[in-house]
């Protein structure tokens, strides 16, 4: 499971960040979790192909965080893709792909998927689910969360001692099927351990700092907040609806997530050092993405 950063500016692009966008990697396809301006551009410098992807999920409707979305669309319009893409978004997005549609001349050659969401489960699929939660910014904001579903742990040991032979069974069992040996019935609760915690990673979109990001990022593996300023322009954060480092720092370290990354900084950081030290004060494992960065999401074992 990796994450890309893609665009790690917030408003306005820079020399080294481009608007907003993070690629998932994992369940065997490309996620994407906003699409600025340039996006696809910075698809290729990563080697992802946008044909790989499966689905968007969009936190809200400012251009740094979609104005990407209708060149990605044309450019697999021109790569001749056929399967659908899902996009998932605020309410507004049926307008929003009606306008993707009608804009300039190109010749749709698959379906898109329009999804508008609201508080709570987005998409439950057999390796994962996709929750929302509302979020306080200057227009909607959707925060989304990435939870890893996991099997219990198949305990051979017990198998064997009741008699289940290595092979299909093994298979049956861990996939919650039942198996006859001789005249018992074993079942897979006899063989399997307790629920295993598998990886959750959040994102949290544009926000102030709010009571309802802590709850919604509880004990997350990452936790990926915006922090748009640094504490000097504390005032300009609350005004805009935006956060500075040391306030998403502060939720994460309620949260109790493993670790925090920052992006969507403004511009008139030259560089990291302000943003990163004032998050450090608050939260040790925090660190400030960079384009272009990947970030392997490790289970935490067993």
């Known amino acids: 499971m990796e994450l890309i950063f893609l665009g790690t500016s917030s ?3 820079t020399n080294h960040r481009n608007h907003s966008a993070i690629a998932l990697k994992s369940f065997g396809e490309i996620i994407l979790f906003d699409c600025g301006e340039g996006t696809q551009r910075q698809m290729t410098r ?7 992807i ?3 999920f969009i936190t809200h409707f400012h251009g740094d965080h979609i104005l990407g979305v209708p060149g990605i669309i044309q450019s697999m319009a021109f790569r001749g893709r ?11 997005l049926s307008e929003f792909v009606k306008h993707i549609k009608n804009f300039g001349y190109f010749a749709l050659s698959f379906d898109i998927i329009e999804n508008t969401i609201s508080d709570g489960i987005v998409l439950d699929e057999e390796e994962y689910t996709v929750m929302c939660c509302k979020t306080e910014h200057s227009v909607t904001n959707f925060a989304y969360s990435i939870n890893e579903k996991r099997s219990p742990k198949f305990l051979k040991e017990n198998a064997l001692k009741f008699g289940v032979k290595p092979g299909p069974d093994f298979g049956k069992l861990q996939s919650g099927i039942a198996v006859k040996v001789g005249e018992k019935i074993i079942k897979p609760e006899q063989v399997l351990g307790e629920n295993r915690k598998g990886r959750k ?14 709850e919604f990022s509880s004990d997350a593996d990452i ?3 915006e922090s748009t300023f640094n504490d000097s322009h504390m005032d300009k954060s609350y005004e805009t609806g935006h956060s500075t480092a040391s306030m998403a720092a502060e939720i994460a370290k309620k949260a109790n997530v493993n670790k925090l990354v920052l992006t969507h900084i403004s511009t008139r950081y030259k560089d990291n050092k302000t943003i990163e030290k004032e998050a450090l004060e608050v939260f ?5 993405a960079e384009d272009m960065m990947i970030l392997e999401v490790k289970r935490n074992e067993p």
């Open 11 to 13: 408003a306005i692009p």
């Open 46 to 52: 990563a080697r992802l192909s946008p044909m790989k």
């Open 54 to 56: 499966s689905k968007i």
């Open 82 to 92: 056929t399967e659908p893409l899902n996009i998932y978004g605020p309410p507004g």
């Open 201 to 214: 990673i959040v994102y949290s979109g544009d926000t102030r700092p709010c009571e309802q990001m802590i």
């Open 223 to 225: 936790l990926i907040h």
């Open 284 to 288: 040790e494992n925090s660190i400030v």
